[in-house]
């Protein structure tokens, strides 16, 4: 498996208060994206990022923000969370620039649920 | 943007039975990737397929591309019980860096 991590892995938390999902890679990989997943929905991206401080919205970006100011750090926040929110995350990386191929690799997820 | 369609969207087999699954889009698709999930897991890719026409075989799947290169399919001979899983078909969504995930075919097999 690809060296990324997601943290917190599992995360319970109140409508209104503010959350930060970490990804982490030790690929040196310059893109990186966080998606969420639901049921009947499939994985939808929520943002990406192809490079250092370089980040774009997805087609669920509403009520998300990201960061990104290392290459191996891409941190997703929810201002302010809520039942809509609950999901599964999962942040993937890509090896793009290394070849032409658009295979993304997976992190283990993470599980948020807002009350 | 792309999307793509996939067909059927829950399969279930006898242990040894052949499965196959579908992919459609209404646009020429640059690539095509197939993807595994595992309950409770994460999506793991499994091949890209790029050239109209192409069929990729690794063991007892086999990937094709279709001529138009608006379709795709997943084929598995003789499903086994680790083959349990969602079978996804990504599209490269606008760009080539961002994809568009079809929503997938839950795979169950009986033993």
């Known amino acids: 498996d690809a060296g990324i991590t997601q943290s917190p892995r599992h995360k319970v938390t109140e409508t209104g208060t503010p959350v930060t999902l970490r990804c982490h890679q030790t690929?040196?990989?310059?893109?990186m994206y966080w998606y969420r997943q639901d049921p009947g929905h499939g994985l939808r991206l929520i943002h990406y990022?192809?490079?250092?401080?370089?980040?774009d919205k997805g087609e669920v970006s509403d009520g998300y923000s990201v960061s990104r100011s290392k290459t191996e750090d891409f941190l997703l926040t929810l201002e302010s969370a809520t039942s809509s929110q609950t999901s599964v995350y999962f942040c993937?990386?890509?090896?793009?620039?290394?070849?032409?191929?658009?295979?993304?690799?997976f992190g283990p997820g993470t599980r948020l649920t807002v009350t | 943007g792309q999307q793509v369609m996939q067909i059927p969207q829950y399969q279930h087999v006898q242990e040894g039975e052949d499965f196959t699954t579908y992919c459609n889009s209404s646009?020429?698709?640059?690539?095509i990737q197939w993807y595994k999930q595992r309950p409770g897991g994460h999506p793991v890719f499994l091949i890209q397929l790029v050239k109209s026409g192409e069929v990729k075989k690794q063991k007892r799947l086999t990937f094709q591309f279709g001529e138009a290169k608006k379709n795709s399919s997943l084929h598995i001979t003789a499903t086994q019980t680790t083959d349990v899983g969602t079978y996804f078909c990504?599209?490269?969504?606008?760009?080539?860096?961002?994809?568009?995930f079809g929503k997938g075919t839950l795979l169950t097999v009986n033993p």
């Open positions: 990504v599209c490269s969504g606008g760009s080539n860096y961002k994809l568009t």
């Open positions: 690929e040196n990989h310059r893109y």
């Open positions: 993937a990386i890509s090896p793009l620039e290394y070849r032409e191929s658009y295979e993304q690799y």
């Open positions: 990022s192809y490079g250092v401080k370089d980040t």
């Open positions: 646009t020429t698709l640059s690539n």
